[in-house]
């Protein structure tokens, strides 16, 4: 039920929205697509500097109340396979030999995208990116199809499978509720004791890792993971070695998730005007002078 | 059934409005539900079927599976795919009975759009096939949904409509209602109500054009939702640019096909269903079929390989991948057309049964490469469904054939049903009421 008034502001957010767009985003259309709220906050992630001490993910489980872990958070022996998220840890680090050089620990969560996948394949809107840069989901539309976690790139949401009447999805939402909005920096950022994490305005973070990379020759691959993945990421990562061996995928497209999607949506609207005409047209020159077969009111099986 | 009949070679099956003898008067709901034999009777010849039995003991053990899954929660059926959100439910429920169901608006504008009224005697079966293929895709999503209940949010609640599971949403929900005000016509003969006939027969063209709109798109949009992960399907089975495409051109073929292989079923399982008309030309339709869905076919065949030459992808067929790619493509596409069109060249009825079968096995296999076994394939392993997803999505599948035969076995599908007096073959005067009653009906 839509309430008068919530109807009223809508129309008159949709309008504003709308004049917003024409006037102040003619650039970003002209571009083709999204390029980000000027203000999105981000974290940088230099993963030479990560230890694998996963006080991170000790403080997010503390910050976003989820149950308590199979294993203690002291527990390194987790480092023996490759973790994922799931529905009771939003981040999980996963360590990396890489041949030559020494152990790399990554830290891994949602990497909040400007133009999320699972944003746009939710045929509910349940998923909602901030202007402070977090991509937070409202758990009271979602049906439950799961399409964001075919679609995430990074494979990060996780859905309480074992809830009968209310699984949700379950995802890092960048502290947004308690933190994030009023400019705190998340929880997993403030605990870490080795600074591996740079909380700040993404566009600042941009620079910074590209000073970082530039200030210490040798040092990183020439490669700001996440300035362009799939359109840009609010999470972006420094690393020694490349990106592949650390369990993100290098080849990644430039273009966000959605693009790949737009060439059957502009298919949509040509079905829907041209088809009706073609194929009543296609119907009146197929049934003409066909013995009196045209007439579907003749009863003739009845 | 078939055993009762030989049994009572007497026995009059219901397939007419009124009864011959006791003066015309109209069959009651109960006798036409039980198909004009005694409850007892009716029962006995079930009991005689040894398919029953089987289907009763999937039930037996289903039923509790299915009503588990939703007081224990999806875990309890499914596991924690989270790699694989979509399984059995998805991959084969809703992927692969949509193409199998596209029999309804091929069939439907055959004959209403191209004016080939030579399908007649088959398009009920098509368009039967076409809706509750599409029904139980819906049953099947309903036990896949985290919240099934919600179904309905997209629509009234919380619209999302630039994501294409939005489009196959809405269009799997007016399609249904065209496909059941197409159904209904044979429904609304068996209840006696030739008002409601009458009036869907006028929106007959309007219904069949909407049903090539929304195939169009829905059958598309079903590939086009496995775009949104490109990195994630082997890319053997993913191409931007013809994905949906190969998902919307397959299932032409595989709608034609699935009638082919449900019509061969009916006649040889329910001959006594079936009524003269539908006896001597099913031979002859189903090779027009069989033309229909090699064409279709090859158009498959060419576009999943120009797919593959597009983005220069031949040096993964030399993979363990590659030669599931080709068994795919050799078994479901291949060896199909050649049955198929071999049928159709030496009029072969046999071959194009066989090559309808390999041909709705392949599309099944394409979809269940996309959505289930190739997903996430860089993880190294292909996920296997558990046992109680399979036995669910056994069960369901079991219902539906139940539903289907049920519904054959009664409504007017395979036969054509009598309702004027002169079909009768009765020696008794025509009542009176009767006469009148057509009389004004007339007017």
Redesign the interface.
């Known amino acids: 039920m839509i309430e008068r008034r919530d109807f009223l502001k809508g129309c008159l957010a949709c309008g504003v929205t709308a004049a917003t767009v024409s006037v102040a985003g003619t650039s970003a259309m002209a571009a083709g697509s999204f390029e980000g709220y000027p203000d999105a906050m981000g974290v940088l992630v230099d993963l030479t500097r990560c230890v694998g001490c996963r006080s991170c993910e000790a403080a997010c489980n503390n910050e976003q109340k989820l149950p308590e872990p199979d294993l203690p958070f002291d527990d390194l022996s987790v480092f023996s396979e490759k973790r994922r998220t799931t529905e009771k840890a939003y981040t999980v680090v996963n360590e990396y030999k890489v041949a030559d050089k020494d152990t790399l620990f990554r830290k891994i969560q949602c990497n909040h995208c400007t133009e999320p996948a699972c944003l746009s394949s939710c045929f509910v809107n349940a998923y909602t990116k901030t202007k402070e840069g977090a991509v937070i989901y409202d758990a009271s539309v979602c049906v439950g199809c799961r399409n964001c976690m075919i679609a995430c790139p990074f494979n990060i949401p996780a859905y309480s499978y074992s809830s009968p009447l209310n699984p949700l999805v379950k995802k890092c939402i960048f502290c947004y509720d308690t933190r994030v909005k009023d400019g705190r920096p998340p929880a997993c950022v403030e605990i870490c004791p080795q600074q591996v994490m740079t909380f700040g305005r993404r566009s600042d973070l941009v620079k910074l890792g590209h000073d970082r990379i530039q200030a210490n020759p040798g040092k990183y691959v020439d490669k700001l993971y996440g300035e362009k993945a799939v359109g840009g990421t609010s999470w972006m990562y420094l690393s020694s070695v490349d990106f592949d061996k650390v369990g993100l995928d290098g080849h990644i497209q430039n273009e966000p998730i959605i693009s790949n999607v737009k060439d059957f949506l502009g298919f949509v609207p040509m079905v829907l005007s041209i088809w009706p005409a073609l194929f009543t047209g296609v119907h009146l020159l197929a049934t003409k002078n066909k013995d009196g077969h045209h007439d579907h009111e003749e009863g003739d099986h009845q | 059934m078939k055993q009762f009949l030989a049994r009572n070679p007497g026995t009059q099956i219901i397939d007419s409005l009124r009864k011959d003898n006791d003066k015309g008067r109209p069959w009651t709901l109960m006798e036409k539900i039980f198909l004009g034999l005694t409850p007892q009777q009716y029962v006995a010849q079930a009991m005689s079927n040894p398919l029953n039995w089987f289907f009763a003991v999937i039930l037996l053990v289903g039923i509790p599976f299915i009503i588990a899954r939703?007081?224990?929660?999806?875990?309890?059926a499914?596991?924690?795919?989270?790699?694989n959100?979509?399984g059995l439910f998805l991959g084969f429920g809703l992927f692969g009975m949509v193409p199998l169901s596209s029999s309804g608006f091929q069939l439907g504008?055959a004959v209403?759009?191209?004016?080939r009224?030579d399908f007649?005697p088959i398009e009920r079966l098509g368009i039967l096939n076409g809706i509750l293929g599409y029904f139980f895709a819906v049953v099947f999503l309903m036990c896949d949904?985290?919240?099934?209940w919600?179904?309905i949010?997209?629509m009234f609640?919380?619209?999302?409509p630039?994501?294409?599971?939005?489009?196959?949403?809405w269009h799997v929900a007016t399609y249904l209602s065209v496909q059941a005000a197409e159904t209904s016509t044979a429904f609304f003969?068996w209840m006696g109500w030739?008002a409601g006939?009458?009036f869907i027969?006028?929106m007959?063209?309007g219904l069949?054009?909407a049903g090539?709109?929304l195939s169009?798109?829905h059958q598309?949009?079903l590939?086009?939702?496995s775009?949104?992960?490109?990195?994630?399907i082997h890319p053997l089975w993913y191409s931007?640019?013809f994905?949906?495409l190969y998902f919307f051109v397959s299932s032409l073929p595989g709608g034609l096909c699935m009638v082919i292989v449900v019509s061969t079923i009916s006649i040889k399982t329910m001959g006594w269903r079936c009524d003269d008309t539908f006896k001597n030309s099913l031979s002859k339709l189903q090779i027009a079929l069989a033309k229909g869905a090699s064409l279709g076919l090859i158009t498959y065949l060419t576009i999943r390989l120009i797919g593959i030459a597009h983005d220069n992808k031949w040096a993964y067929l030399g993979t363990g991948w590659g030669a599931w790619w080709m068994f795919e493509i050799g078994f479901g596409v291949i060896l199909s057309l050649v049955l198929l069109v071999t049928g159709v060249r030496n009029n072969s009825v046999t071959l194009v049964r066989l090559g309808a079968w390999t041909t709705i096995l392949g599309v099944v296999l394409h979809r269940l490469n996309v959505y289930m076994f190739t997903?996430?394939w860089q993880n190294g392993h292909v996920h296997i469904p558990p046992f109680r997803e399979i036995m669910i999505t056994v069960t369901i599948y079991t219902i539906y054939i139940i539903t289907y035969r049920a519904i054959l076995y009664r409504w007017p599908i395979l036969f054509?049903w009598k309702?004027?007096y002169s079909e009768y073959a009765v020696l008794d005067p025509e009542p009176v009421a009767i006469v009148e009653a057509e009389a004004a009906r007339s007017k």
């Open positions: 939703f007081f224990f929660g999806l875990s309890w499914v596991g924690d795919p989270y790699d959100a979509w504008s209403e759009v191209f004016g009224h007649e949904l985290g919240q099934p919600r179904l949010y997209p609640v919380s619209w999302g630039e994501a294409v599971l939005f489009l196959v949403a003969e030739p006939k009458t027969k006028k007959a063209l069949a054009v090539i709109i169009t798109l598309g949009a590939g086009a939702l775009t949104y992960a490109p990195g994630k931007a640019s994905q949906w997903f996430n054509k309702t004027r």
